[in-house]
């Protein structure tokens, strides 16, 4: 995440970043992990540790937390597979030919390939 996002966000929720977590992530997911820090900032006993991208998804570790809080972790994670990391805009699963996988609009994923990325949406389990 650029830096000013990522300041500003620490900004507004001080006590859920006091550990020194950094955002490894994209632009994209900004909006949604500002909505999770609005949803758990309250619990004044959760911080994050590490908040990065693993399997194509949004991955918000913390300190012990609630059912409730780590429900809310869950909900953002989920949500985070169908959301451009890059962008922010509706995305699904895609993965490079080497597998690394990563969540993508049309948009991202056809930049991706423009600039010599051998990738493409990874197919959905139809049962």
């Not at 996002?5 to 632009?27: N, Q």
Request: glycine share 6%; net charge negative.
């Amino acid at each position: 995440m650029r830096e000013e996002l990522e300041e500003r966000l620490k900004a507004e929720y001080p006590t859920l970043f006091e550990l020194g977590c950094s955002c490894d992530i994209d632009d994209g997911w900004e909006a949604l992990l500002r909505r999770l820090c609005e949803d758990i900032h309250h619990e004044k006993t959760v911080k994050f540790t590490q908040i990065k991208v693993k399997f194509g998804g949004l991955r918000a570790y913390t300190t012990a937390c609630s059912k409730e809080i780590d429900e809310r972790l869950q909900e953002a994670e989920i949500e985070s597979f169908w959301t451009c990391e890059k962008c922010g805009e509706d995305g699904q699963l895609a993965s490079t030919t080497s597998g690394w996988l990563f969540t993508a609009c049309q948009d991202c994923l056809d930049l991706r390939k423009a600039n010599g990325t051998r990738c493409d949406w990874v197919p959905h389990d139809s049962s």
